[in-house]
């Protein structure tokens, strides 16, 4: 608990005791906001609570106030002093402060790493893109949240286990077969012996899929029946998709512990998923199909598992899936689905509590849509192909670091309007530039440090007064805090966040506070705040997997 919310928690505990004494009605506590005072002789924190609780405790905010300073204390406090009509300000002790920042700075590196949770793991699916073509940039979005919410959960100490679910199997596989079969006809003169498939892949890379075997190949596989070719092309194509998609994301700076084939649950997993709930009762038979009693759940209706024909639905081999999530001991699941996914939440769930297992453990989190604006006007297509925009062509314009952070920037069930000139503007409006910009910043000053032989191995941190010193130290303290509640809430934006307001103190004490020609001893101690801050920007970039240059 860092200094803020101690103050803030005093706070609550007199109020609790006025309620409690009969000198304050019962009633709820306004949210408390300290502010650091714009002059050092009006305390380290002030508050307003007093005067936002006036309604609820129906006493003037000075009455309110001095009930409240009665009945505040801790080994922290030096004094409270109430100002105007029921300011409270707060005087630490001197040591407080500095403690809080030399602690940061003796922890070093391991500054922001929690101390490990003794939980069963958590496991977070993302992405999970078919192996069928190149990643979209809604699938960007679903990469950067993903691998920044798993980054984040293990900064905060949680057992995580990431994985991407490869769709190996079923329909959309053999129509990338049909389709390249196709394109392979069509680029050796034969189109008219093949129809391109109703549900086909259009886009340029199939054709290029098939360019590469031709000139692999030639036209050995003309000469087999279509059955045959059609069995390779789709091995073929799949090793071919599932390397590029791979490729795609590590240059996003996403990797995977565990890559799920889908091919692995039929027919045994899926078999024994559906055995398991007939047994349960929890599966009939109409019409030839194995319906799941999804409405007994709150689904708007029943759905099918195993069609008319015996062949299992998607849904079948999603039960499967997410059975063998529960039994590999999962004490969480997380799934990161795009927003056309809501209506499949509720029979996956349905599903998991007729399996036996307990569906508070599955939390799905729904990806909202990306808007790309170049010059203020919508981004539809691609320029290369005419088609959806893919990820790699994101980050050939405007970097890994930008997309990374503006995806993350916002919540993930918040619409996200991507502003590419922002996005690859050199100015302090771009939040990716002005973050980055303060650690280079930083580095800089080391280096120069270096040259005038300026070490800050034993600081005087008392030296350290000034408002945006203060401030900066605050900011400092707070970042713990930050990851647990981040974490807590599944919530990587709030370190997005948090580096961007860190950044913005920084620059704020850098352009108040020289430390190259000043006093040594304050030289000192103000280099060995930066480079406390240092540590924290990477720490918190590093999260949302963005890099820290040290030059730009």
């Known amino acids: 608990m860092d200094i803020k919310d101690t103050i803030c928690e005093a706070i609550k505990k007199a109020a609790d005791s006025a309620v409690a004494d009969g000198i304050f009605p019962a009633g709820e506590l306004p949210a408390i906001v300290l502010e650091v005072p714009p002059k050092k002789e009006l305390g380290d924190f002030a508050t307003n609570v007093a005067m936002q609780s006036a309604r609820v405790f129906r006493k003037s905010p000075r009455n309110i106030a001095e009930e409240l300073v009665k009945r505040i204390?801790?080994?922290?406090?030096?004094?409270?002093?109430?100002?105007?009509?029921?300011?409270?300000?707060?005087?630490?002790?001197?040591?407080?402060?500095?403690?809080?920042?030399?602690?940061?700075?003796?922890?070093?590196?391991a500054f922001g790493q929690l101390a490990k949770k003794d939980i069963a793991p958590i496991q977070v699916e993302y992405v999970s893109a078919n192996p069928t073509g190149p990643l979209h940039i809604g699938h960007g979005r679903g990469a950067a949240a993903g691998s920044a919410l798993v980054n984040l959960l293990r900064?905060?100490?949680?057992?995580?286990?990431?994985?991407?679910?490869?769709?190996?199997?079923?329909?959309?596989?053999?129509?990338?077969?049909?389709?390249?079969?196709?394109?392979?006809?069509?680029?050796?003169?034969?189109?008219?012996?093949?129809?391109?498939?109703?549900?086909?892949?259009?886009?340029?890379?199939?054709?290029?899929?098939?360019?590469?075997?031709?000139?692999?190949?030639?036209?050995?596989?003309?000469?087999?029946?279509?059955?045959?070719?059609?069995?390779?092309?789709?091995?073929?194509?799949?090793?071919?998709?599932?390397?590029?998609?791979?490729?795609?994301?590590?240059?996003?700076?996403?990797?995977?512990?565990?890559?799920?084939?889908?091919?692995?649950?039929?027919?045994?997993?899926?078999?024994?998923?559906?055995?398991?709930?007939?047994?349960?009762?929890?599966?009939?038979?109409?019409?030839?199909?194995?319906?799941?009693?999804?409405?007994?759940?709150?689904?708007?209706?029943?759905?099918?598992?195993?069609?008319?024909?015996?062949?299992?639905?998607?849904?079948?081999?999603?039960?499967?899936?997410?059975?063998?999530?529960?039994?590999?001991?999962?004490?969480?699941?997380?799934?990161?689905?795009?927003?056309?996914?809501?209506?499949?939440?509720?029979?996956?769930?349905?599903?998991?509590?007729?399996?036996?297992?307990?569906?508070?453990?599955?939390?799905v989190r729904l990806l909202q849509m990306v808007r790309l604006l170049r010059g203020g006007e919508l981004v539809k297509l691609s320029k290369r192909t005419g088609?959806?925009?893919?990820?790699?062509?994101?980050?050939?314009?405007?970097?890994?670091?930008?997309?990374?952070?503006?995806?993350?920037?916002?919540?993930?069930?918040?619409?996200?309007?991507?502003?590419?000139?922002?996005?690859?503007?050199?100015?302090?409006?771009?939040?990716?530039?002005?973050?980055?910009?303060?650690?280079?910043?930083?580095?800089?000053?080391?280096?120069?440090?270096?040259?005038?032989?300026?070490?800050?191995?034993?600081?005087?941190?008392?030296?350290?007064?000034?408002?945006t010193e203060i401030n900066l130290i605050n900011k400092l303290a707070e970042y713990e805090d930050e990851i647990e509640k981040a974490a807590k809430e599944y919530a990587p934006q709030r370190i997005a966040r948090y580096a961007y307001d860190l950044a913005g103190c920084f620059h704020s004490f850098y352009n108040q506070c020289r430390i190259l020609g000043v006093d040594e001893k304050l030289a000192e101690a103000r280099l060995a705040l930066v480079k406390a801050t240092a540590h924290v920007i990477r720490h918190a970039l590093g999260i949302v997997g963005v890099s820290a240059p040290e030059r730009m």
């Open 155 to 363: 900064a905060a100490g949680y057992p995580v286990t990431s994985e991407y679910y490869i769709n190996d199997a079923g329909n959309q596989i053999n129509n990338l077969a049909l389709s390249v079969n196709h394109r392979y006809l069509e680029l050796l003169g034969k189109a008219d012996e093949a129809t391109f498939p109703e549900n086909g892949y259009h886009g340029a890379d199939i054709v290029d899929t098939a360019q590469r075997i031709i000139k692999k190949d030639g036209e050995k596989y003309l000469d087999m029946s279509e059955d045959e070719r059609l069995a390779i092309f789709k091995e073929l194509a799949l090793k071919e998709k599932l390397a590029a998609l791979k490729e795609d994301l590590e240059a996003f700076n996403v990797t995977f512990d565990v890559w799920f084939s889908e091919r692995t649950l039929h027919p045994d997993m899926v078999n024994a998923a559906v055995d398991v709930l007939k047994n349960n009762g929890k599966i009939y038979e109409q019409d030839g199909a194995l319906w799941l009693k999804s409405t007994e759940y709150g689904d708007d209706k029943d759905r099918v598992v195993i069609r008319d024909n015996g062949v299992p639905t998607y849904l079948a081999a999603d039960i499967a899936y997410h059975k063998n999530k529960y039994e590999r001991g999962f004490g969480k699941i997380i799934n990161l689905w795009g927003a056309d996914h809501h209506g499949y939440i509720c029979r996956v769930k349905a599903a998991m509590s007729a399996l036996g297992f307990d569906a508070e453990k599955l939390d």
């Open 73 to 109: 204390e801790g080994e922290w406090l030096d004094r409270i002093d109430i100002a105007g009509p029921g300011f409270i300000n707060f005087y630490l002790k001197s040591n407080v402060l500095y403690d809080t920042l030399a602690s940061i700075i003796n922890k070093g590196e």
């Open 387 to 467: 088609q959806t925009i893919t990820l790699s062509e994101l980050i050939e314009e405007v970097g890994t670091d930008a997309a990374r952070y503006f995806f993350v920037m916002r919540s993930m069930d918040s619409q996200l309007d991507f502003d590419m000139d922002l996005a690859t503007s050199q100015s302090n409006e771009n939040p990716v530039y002005y973050i980055q910009y303060a650690h280079a910043r930083i580095c800089s000053i080391f280096r120069q440090a270096e040259e005038n032989n300026l070490k800050a191995e034993n600081p005087e941190l008392a030296l350290l007064v000034e408002e």
